[in-house]
């Protein structure tokens, strides 16, 4: 599909929980895009979308989903917003969708293969797929410290025990977000979700400077599909938590409202910085 | 030191938590062998180890507990129950401790690594260290299904993704548990412990049968310092969390009082199996 095409369709959004996807829909229309959001039941908020011409899916009725964008002009998606993990078995699901997760087989249970099957089946009805990143580029983290407080002592090495770890871990395709306090690893990500993380964390924590939330994007992991997050939401709790700070892979993190969460970090007084996620680090 | 020369010097159990220091210590008197308890405090259970020769001595302090084990003709020592890891700025330490800190360095902010260092310490003053598995290993899993239950369909499945998450974590010596259903990672465990994560994983859960608590030893996971443990509370938390069962790794995983423990696992309707470890399998 040639690009003068592509931009006479609409940009689909694939909506599914917090801010994201309403600031996505308001910058593309600033910019003279026409939008349509398909959005997730159980999972998008609804005043965040109610401003913007919208539709509500289900996750496992694949085929209506498809549908709806091509009835709606669109050309190009993007995922953006967590969707979690529905349970397969709680999941209405039709044919199209039971043939994705044939496809996907035991990928079916790893996030980001299985988006990427998503991503090749929607490729295969014609659509582009693009990355929240190419649009919301001013959401990234980028490289070095972002805000006013520096990192304390050791704090770099708690950042690069955690990297080491999340490295390993890569493969697995679980979590990749990570709590580390003076070298010990008080926690690993798996599917509890950074907020549950760094609260369990704040009680596990031992006297000394405060615990170091890092957080890198998955070896292989889609761009397209899901880039981690961090949000007014991680600031407060890590900060509550008694933290020193933050560290995200500069342009594999989603900083949402970067400026304004920037400005909340130094309100309280934890450092935020974007690091090279090394073999991690891909486009 | 010959081995007869051995003999005659009592085995030094160094007591963390839980039942096992007693347990090793009865059944080390009843081969007519002496024992001398060095309990640590806050950790050991005065309970335990009331019955035995034992004395009361705090973790930082090494030269201490060096000079009451020769006091007591110890020979030959066991490590025995957590003692979980304490902030070193709490510690009290003596000088002997901090020599023990300098030599090992950073790894003294990993568990196994660490351990090693003091074995080698021990052994440097002429301690043989002993594997509480040389004298308890009827509390070592077996490989293969150790109670009544059979692991439902599919557990095979969630016990070799989490082997395998495991396995790809192993280098970064952090712990060494994981809950795995129909193949999503619920959980994996850090600096919490194995209850805490059997808790707040059944509270992940989703339809379906119930997660598996997979439970393996560290790649070069010392032996003689420190083996997995399964206890009563286990089993009881699994349980109330909906668990189908555990998988623990056949050679390597203690279950107090094996017996006892797969009988009330059947009265749980929980399986639980004796697993190979593959490449972490290490004696």
Known sequence: M???QQQQLKLGILAGGGVLPGQ?????????????IAAF?????????????HHWVRLGLAQQIIDILKQNNVGEVVMVGPVGRPSLRELKTDARFLKILT?????????????????????????????IGDYLNDHLAVIGQMGGISPPTGAQDDIDRGCAVLTQLSPSDVGQAIVV???????????????NLIHRCGLLKRAGPG????????????????????????IRRAAAAGFSGIAVQANGCILVDRDMLVQQADQARLFICGIDGGANDRS
């Not at 990427?116 to 990355?131: H, L, N, P, T, Y």
């Not at 306090?181 to 907020?195: N, P, S």
Request: with cysteine; aromatic share 6%.
């Open 2 to 4: 040639a690009a003068a």
């Open 103 to 131: 496809k996907a087989g035991l990928k079916a249970f790893r996030d980001d293969a299985f988006l990427s099957v998503i991503i090749a089946e929607f490729e295969s009805e014609g659509f582009v797929v693009s990355s």
């Open 211 to 234: 615990p170091v939330l890092i957080k890198l994007c998955k070896d292989g992991q889609s761009r397209r599909a899901d880039l981690p997050t961090i949000g007014p939401e991680t």
């Open 41 to 53: 039941e159980d999972h998008a908020e609804a005043a965040v979308i109610a401003g913007f011409d």
């Open 24 to 36: 996505l829909a308001a910058r593309l229309e600033e910019q003279g895009r026409e939008v349509f």
């Open 181 to 195: 306090q003076e070298g010990v690893v008080l926690g690993i990500e798996a599917i509890e979700g950074t907020d």
